[in-house]
């Protein structure tokens, strides 16, 4: 069974810029949600997706958005990139909506100059 | 608000060595409590959990018990491999969902 596959692995922008990640989730899992990882911030939970509905979302600014699609793949949205959302961005997937038990994907390193 | 805590690193063991790294949370409620690992390079990996109090999550070796009257889930194990060298997360989850609150992280290294 696949695990949860993030896409691109890899990637730099420049400042000013809009990024879109992408996230396939474990086959059947209809929870996604998206985390960013950072150094000095540690990890942070940005939003989380159910079924085409966003329910929970992290304190991040409107620049970050995301959408969950009918066949439960999500993407997440970063516009006008600053230097300090350089970081790892963590997608991760559950079978339910209890959340106890998380898959995460390997991750997309985003850097920003 | 729900926060985690978790002892700062790095860790350095010799190879069987005795590991234990402590985590302690906040809560409302009851959460429920995992131990995620990260090797150099990837994303996390789910370690073991605990839904309940006095639960014991475990796997690979690896050993951790839901303290409710402590507030605590420290991780351990009895003698650690190079291989086991990672950043280790302590994490809740306490209101459902996937909305996970992670702790820093320590870091462990296995020397042979």
């Known amino acids: 069974k696949a695990g949860v596959t993030q896409t691109p692995r890899y990637l730099i922008k420049t400042r000013g810029q809009q990024v879109t990640l992408s996230c396939s989730p474990i086959s059947g899992h209809r929870s996604v949600s998206w985390y960013q990882q950072t150094p000095g911030q540690g990890l942070q939970f940005l939003f989380e997706y159910f079924s085409e509905t966003q329910r929970n979302k992290g304190n991040f600014p409107g620049r970050f958005s995301g959408r969950q699609f009918s066949n439960s793949r999500s993407e997440m949205n970063v516009s006008t990139l600053e230097l300090g959302d350089s970081a790892l961005y963590l997608c991760?997937?559950?079978?339910?909506?209890?959340?106890?038990?998380?898959?995460f994907g390997e991750g997309s390193w985003l850097t920003v100059v | 608000g729900n926060s985690v805590t978790q002892m700062e690193g790095p860790v350095t063991l010799s190879e069987e060595a005795f590991l234990t790294i402590n985590c302690t949370y906040t809560a409302t409620g009851y959460p429920s409590l995992f131990w995620y690992v990260q090797y150099p390079g990837e994303g996390l990996q789910l370690l073991l959990k605990a839904t309940k109090a006095d639960d014991k999550g475990s796997n690979k070796g690896f050993e951790a018990t839901y303290r409710k009257e402590t507030t605590s889930f420290h991780l351990e194990k009895g003698s650690v491999q190079v291989s086991d060298s990672a950043v280790y997360f302590c994490a809740q989850n306490s209101g459902g969902y996937q909305k996970v609150t992670f702790g820093t992280g320590t870091k462990l290294q296995v020397i042979p």
């Open positions: 991760a997937s559950s079978a339910d909506s209890s959340g106890n038990t998380i898959y």
